[in-house]
Every structure is written in C-alpha cells, then in structure tokens.
C-alpha cells in the first residue's frame, strides 16, 4: 500500500522564522542584524546603498566613477556625462530626484544632451481657460532637478481656473 505525507496547519497564526540577512556597513565593518515589521508604517525604511561591488580597478582615468561608461570628450572619446558620478551615464532610463544643483549636466542624468523634467514647470492657473484647466498640473516655479517645490493642480471655480491642490513634490530629472 503506498504511504501518503499529509501535512496539515492548524490555526491563522502560523509563523515561520527565517535567519535574518546581515547587511555589512563598508564604513565600519559592524553588522546590522535589526528586522523591520513590514506591517508597521512608521518603521524606518533601510535606504543604505548596497557595497559596491564593482571591478576593483580605479584606476582608468577615462571611467573614474567605475559604472562601465567612458568619460565624453579628449582621448576618452566616451559618453558618460560625469565621469565623477556613477549616477550619471546612458544607462539611466527613469526619473531621479538626486539634486544636481552645480552639476554639469544640470539632471541630464541619461548624458543625452536634454533634461527631461518629470512635472511640467512654471504653471499659472490663472492663465488658462476651458479644458484646460482641469488637466493642468505641475511647479509653479522651475525648481532645480532634485530640489523640491511647489506643485499644483489646476481646477475649475465658477468661471476661474485656480489652484486646487497644492503639494511640496520633488522634481525628478534624466
């Protein structure tokens, strides 16, 4: 007669225990071994970047910041806009809200030659009229890529096109 392996759990509050991973800190070699209750919103989101772990060597002067593109311009010849930011390279599909006031690519974060701005800049709701207004949102202002500012959402008042709701957002860029 063959055997059958029946497992069975009982109650809602079955509970497994995983060892927990240890996320070495590169600065002073301590462990970090805490454990966040993905359930808790209030718990501290861990937001340290991983060890790099990249080719060892640094010492190509054309890839300085090691993230595999060749610095633009002189012998180099390559197309990494920064090449003392490993931020910054083609590589970069999406929005990044990394501050890039006095950078030289000014949130060219992709090194295509153009900022693409994720919110539109430099709204007036005041000056729009029909259906338009509805649909408008975006800075007041034209903050800096990775610098915060004020962000509105047009809406319809009577007649008027004014601000409705207004937010604090950060610019991304690429």
């Not at 693409?116 to 430099?122: A, G, L, M, P, T």
């Amino acid at each position: 007669m063959p055997h059958r392996l029946v497992i069975l759990f009982i109650g809602a509050g079955v509970g497994c225990t995983f060892p927990s991973p240890d996320f070495q800190s590169g600065d002073t070699g301590t462990s970090d071994t805490s454990v966040v209750d993905a359930t808790d919103s209030s718990a501290a989101i861990d937001t340290r970047e991983p060890p790099d772990t990249r080719p060892a060597d640094s010492n190509d002067p054309c890839d300085k910041d090691r993230d595999g593109f060749k610095a633009k311009g002189g012998t180099c010849g390559g197309n990494d806009c920064d090449d003392d930011d490993d931020r910054a390279s083609p590589s970069v599909s999406t929005y990044l809200t990394f501050d890039a006031t006095g950078k030289g690519h000014a949130g060219d974060w992709n090194c295509d030659g153009t900022v693409k701005r994720q919110f539109e800049i430099n709204v007036s709701c005041g000056l729009l009229g029909g259906g338009a207004c509805s649909s408008t949102k975006g800075f007041t202002g034209n903050p800096t890529c990775g610098t915060s500012g004020k962000y509105v959402q047009c809406v319809t008042s009577g007649a008027l096109c004014v601000e409705g709701t207004t937010t604090t957002q950060i610019q991304g860029c690429y």
